[in-house]
């Protein structure tokens, strides 16, 4: 795999969750560098302002509002896409979701649509994609997973279930299409201080993502960036973190046991983190219930 800087003038980089943090991170570092960006969001308002804030705005770059769940929306974006721009240089997997409503109580229509906007739509997308991406010169798929790929997060097991097969498949999807002229990688970051994050501490999400302050969503976005320059499987904008998980998954059996041990520091560093979050401006109250709200 080459290791240059990856040229990205005039670049189509088509970004899902465009319109949140990661999103709005990795959409502004790949347009400082050249990249006409496509920005993809459920939310037409939030798309269009993402569009805004780049450099260019929407002289370069454009908004794509779509479902990426609906099938007939995300072809019908794509052929919007194609039409414009006839290839996809680079695609990037953002959009997400998880839910703090325990296993135990939530519904199933709730669950099958977890697994649809984490797991299904980031493959359906990508397959169908590759026709627009074969027609780019060196054409690249990067794809948020999460450790919640590798460690199990007791409060949000459909979330985990969801981080789980979607870095399997990717890489997998990677293996298969590497000889066929696409580089497939995934970033799998820890908390990060998105509007995501926020909402999941307030509803009291898994506590033991707290060990330490989130970081930022500009810090994913770089390990974005090195991933274009440097093509991996995988990258970590935490290493640390990712040995420190991945070797306590050498004894599952033993986590039951351990999670206790962790679970106090996590408790008060969530605890932190919204205190935080008032004083920042990011939490609303809205007809008395506390609700997070973009930067």
Excluded at 156 to 169: N, V
Excluded at 170 to 199: N, W
Excluded at 246 to 274: D, S, T, V, W
């Amino acid at each position: 795999m080459s290791r240059a800087r990856l040229d990205l003038t005039d670049r189509v980089v088509v970004v899902t969750g465009g319109a949140g943090g990661i999103g709005r991170a990795v959409s502004a570092l790949a347009a400082q560098r050249g990249a006409r960006i496509v920005v993809a969001d459920m939310r037409d308002d939030a798309a269009r302002a993402a569009v805004d804030r780049l450099p260019g705005g929407t002289d370069r770059h454009t908004a794509e509002v779509a479902d990426l769940t609906d099938r007939a929306q995300v072809e019908a974006m794509l052929a919007r896409i194609g039409g414009r721009h006839g290839r996809i240089d680079v695609l990037i997997n953002n959009a997400g979701m998880t839910s703090a409503e325990r296993f135990d109580v939530r519904s199933v229509e709730s669950i099958e649509h977890e697994l649809a906007v984490n797991l299904t739509a980031p493959l359906i997308l990508t397959r169908l994609a590759v026709p627009l991406l074969r027609a780019a010169p060196d054409p690249r798929v990067i794809t948020t997973v999460s450790l919640g790929g590798i460690f199990p997060l007791g409060e949000t097991p459909i979330y985990t279930a969801s981080k789980f097969g979607l870095r399997g498949a990717m890489l997998s999807i990677a293996l298969d299409l590497r000889d066929k002229g696409i580089t497939v990688s995934s970033v799998l970051p820890s908390a990060t201080d998105t509007r995501m994050l926020r909402q999941e501490a307030l509803d009291g999400g898994n506590a033991l993502q707290f060990q330490d302050p989130p970081q930022s969503p500009e810090h994913v976005a770089r390990t974005m960036m090195r991933l274009l320059d440097k093509p991996r499987l995988e990258a970590y904008p935490r290493p640390s973190e990712s040995w420190l998980v991945r070797a306590a998954m050498l004894m599952p059996n033993a986590l039951p046991r351990l999670m206790p041990l962790f679970r106090g520091k996590g408790e008060r560093g969530q605890a932190r983190y919204i205190r935080q979050l008032r004083e920042r401006g990011l939490i609303a109250t809205v007809d008395g219930v506390e609700t997070a709200v973009d930067a």
